[in-house]
């Protein structure tokens, strides 16, 4: 926090009177960035031509999928906007399989998130789309933060995952637990399990994966903020993605998110493809998730008639 402090104070310092100013290139993200794309290129056609045991190949997607859970209907859904409540069990499992993503605590993405929603596409916006699509896919990631949203940072309640101890130990330990998670037991179910190589197994079910999930869930911020519809509201940038709703499983419906952001479905369920809230309201049955929020068929329309572009099929 000290070292976000100070990096707040040398930017404002720096860039008072130019708003629209890049800030400094955080060079670590940016190696990690192209270390792990190059080693991802190189490890693909082992995926797609099966140079990997079958059950590399199947264990991979498997982890693709848990993945997305941890971020989507974890990170996401759950921890940001309280759009349904967890049981024990399911938050433990939802919060490990955000680590298995390589994604940030729950705590920071949840921190991030909110202020992406309160000031959507604004420079307080941690990812804003209106700074470019590169920008809101890797870019942000790889700049120092604008002092707008430092500043907005401070303005965000997280007093709920603050007084939520599994929230917080994930937040004290989440390097050690991404390492467990997305490196560790992938190697090693892999290599005892069915006698994969050690190479195959850091290349596939780990770095592979590990980097199409990222951008999967990038996209999410760029290519959902850039092109498609938007039957609920025309007058902000999130759109309607069918490409982005298959690569992160139900999370490309975004003009409806932004519309009602607290709707544990993200979409209009029975009108567009959502594995993650099949996935929620399948915890609910089992007894795992409950007070599901959603919004009602009568609000669902007058939003579309009050400030839709004409595209829904209302």
């Known amino acids: 926090m000290c070292a976000d402090v100070q990096r707040q104070d040398n930017a404002v310092l720096k860039t008072k009177n130019n708003p629209w100013f890049e800030t400094d290139i ?9 270390l792990s794309h190059g080693t991802a290129i190189y490890a693909l056609p082992r995926f797609v031509l099966f140079q990997v045991k079958w059950q590399t190949w199947i264990f991979t997607v498997l982890l693709y999928y848990l993945s997305t859970v941890g971020s989507n209907a974890g990170a996401h859904r759950l921890f ?9 069990p399911l938050k433990i499992f939802l919060l490990a399989m955000g680590s298995l993503a390589v994604q940030p ?15 959507s596409d604004t420079m307080a916006d941690p990812y804003s789309a209106a700074r470019g699509f590169f920008f809101s896919h890797w870019g942000w990631m ?3 933060r604008h002092p707008e949203v430092f500043a907005k940072w401070k303005t965000i309640d997280l007093s709920d995952l603050e007084n939520d101890p599994y929230v917080m130990f994930q937040k004290r330990h989440q390097y050690k637990l991404i390492a467990v998670f997305a490196v560790a037991l992938p190697l090693i179910i892999s290599v005892y399990g ?36 938007k039957p609920y509201d025309k007058t902000i940038y999130p759109v309607q993605s069918l490409l982005v709703a298959h690569l992160a499983l ?7 998110h932004h519309a009602f952001p607290w709707d544990y479905k993200a979409s209009e369920l029975g009108l567009q493809y959502n594995p993650m809230a099949t996935f929620i309201k399948t915890c609910a049955r089992l007894g795992l998730a409950y007070d599901l929020r959603e919004a009602s068929d009568d609000v669902i329309k007058a939003r579309i008639e009050r400030t839709g572009d004409g595209t829904h099929s209302l």
């Open 26 to 34: 955080a060079w670590m993200t940016v190696l990690v960035a192209v």
């Open 80 to 88: 940001s906007h309280r759009a349904y409540k967890a049981t024990l």
């Open 105 to 119: 605590c729950a705590w920071r993405w949840a921190r991030d998130h909110r202020v992406h929603h309160k000031h």
């Open 142 to 144: 790889c700049l120092r």
């Open 194 to 229: 069915w006698n994969e190589t050690w190479l195959n197994s850091f290349l596939v079910p780990v770095t592979l994966r590990i980097v199409w999930c990222w951008n999967c869930t990038a996209m999410i911020n760029s290519w959902s903020h850039h092109f498609g519809t």
């Open 250 to 256: 139900g999370e490309g419906w975004h003009n409806y």
